[in-house]
């Protein structure tokens, strides 16, 4: 069962090419949390400029996290459009990486190449995976944390 249709706030053409669009511009994500806090700071930077995103955050373990993005990834992954990797580290962790698949490849490019919206999209993309692709995790957490306390979000519940 596909988890796109969830949300009515962001097209599911949004929802794909989100993650995908990551993947393409970073070759590889590496970790769950850093596609995570970089979706995260995308979202804030859309909803400064009046263009919410629409994924749905909320403040978990590690910084601001969506159930959204994380269901329209492993749908992604299902359906062979992003490959999965894991990783086992030393301290017993295992770490995911994500890059797109032939099949992933082929959809992005053929998206672009009809969808306006998704240029802008892209462009977005290229900018903050340019910025923030390759901060230390701590670093991508701490911002993500600070951006969503810019929208007067709190991880304190009240």
């Not at 949004?14 to 590496?30: C, H």
Request: charged letters at 30%; one cysteine or more.
């Amino acid at each position: 069962m596909s988890h796109w249709e969830g949300d009515d706030r962001m097209s599911t053409l949004e929802r794909v090419a989100t993650p995908l669009l990551f993947a393409e511009q970073l070759r590889t994500v590496r970790g769950k949390t850093r596609l995570q806090k970089l979706v995260c700071l995308l979202d804030v930077r859309w909803t400064k400029e009046g263009k919410r995103l629409g994924y749905r955050f909320q403040f978990y373990h590690h910084g601001p996290f969506s159930f959204d993005l994380m269901n329209a990834v492993e749908d992604l992954v299902d359906e062979g459009l992003m490959l999965e990797r894991p990783r086992s580290l030393p301290n017993g962790y295992v770490e995911y990486s994500y890059t797109l698949s032939p099949s992933g490849r082929k959809l992005i490019h053929r998206l672009l190449s009809s969808d306006r919206h998704l240029k802008e999209l892209r462009a977005d993309i290229a900018e903050l995976s340019k910025s923030h692709g390759m901060l230390p995790l701590k670093d991508l957490v701490e911002e993500a944390y600070a951006a969503r306390s810019e929208l007067g979000e709190s991880p304190v519940s009240e």
